[in-house]
């Protein structure tokens, strides 16, 4: 079978750094992408990952152990507009794009 | 440059009832995606289509939903008969994903919200 496991729930400190942890389990891998999505909006596009190694988009960067099937999402110097639900997917060999079923991330003043 | 677009943003019908939806990918996107998502949960693929061809509908439940997508641009996604457990949000993305040498990104649309009751 297909599974994605990340934390439900996270809480930090405006200002503080979070990690979101990702372990995968799929059939085929192309690479690990991360997504944002708040409350009634769309899901939108982090960072994309298919090589071992640590991306950095400003204040998010996002790291893939393809040996270890784990990934995670770092943000740092957290904002209150960061609270959101936030998403690792998989790509699989097909272009097929397969979700976890999120982090809701809360920040605190 | 316009975004993916769906229609309509929300829709209340009740059960037994059909509904249909309806997605306008970016242009030059081949790929195509219908997710559902339902409350606290992440997207799950109903069917994914490259042009016009329904390349991964393994999780489209086809006794009550179809989906189509003529001449390889806009997608419609079905439901008849609707049921209370289909309250949800159903979700369309676009892409230009190239087998791997690409940025991997979906773009999504705003969704449609559905009530059935």
């Known amino acids: 079978g297909q599974s994605l496991e990340q934390p439900s729930e996270v809480t930090a400190v405006e200002g503080a750094i979070v990690q979101i942890n990702c372990t995968y389990q799929?059939?085929?891998?192309?690479?690990l992408s991360w997504y944002q999505q708040h409350d009634g909006g769309a899901p939108t596009f982090l960072s994309y990952?298919?090589?071992?190694g640590l991306e950095e988009t400003g204040r998010f960067s996002s790291f893939l152990s393809r040996s270890d099937s784990y990934g995670y999402l770092l943000l740092q110097e957290l904002q209150m507009k960061d609270s959101a639900s936030y998403f690792c997917?998989?790509?699989?060999?097909?272009?097929?794009?397969?979700f976890g079923k999120g982090t809701r991330l809360h920040i605190l003043p | 440059e316009a975004g993916v677009v769906q229609s309509p943003r929300y829709k209340i019908i009740e059960k037994k009832q059909p509904v249909a939806f309806w997605c306008n990918p970016i242009?030059?996107?081949?790929?195509l995606y219908w997710y559902l998502q339902n409350l606290g949960q992440g997207p799950e693929l109903l069917i994914r289509?490259?042009?016009?061809?329904?390349?991964?509908d393994s999780q489209l439940p086809k006794d009550r939903f179809s989906a189509e997508r003529l001449k390889g641009v806009d997608s419609t996604l079905k439901i008849q008969p609707a049921e209370l457990g289909d309250s949800a949000v159903y979700l369309c993305?676009?892409?230009?994903?190239?087998?791997?040498?690409?940025?991997?990104?979906?773009?999504f649309g705003e969704g449609s919200r559905l009530t059935v009751l």
């Open positions: 990952n298919a090589l071992d």
């Open positions: 993305a676009s892409s230009s994903l190239a087998g791997g040498f690409d940025t991997g990104e979906l773009f």
């Open positions: 997917a998989v790509r699989d060999g097909g272009d097929k794009i397969i």
């Open positions: 289509y490259e042009n016009e061809e329904a390349v991964d």
């Open positions: 242009s030059g996107h081949n790929t």
């Open positions: 799929t059939s085929g891998f192309y690479g």
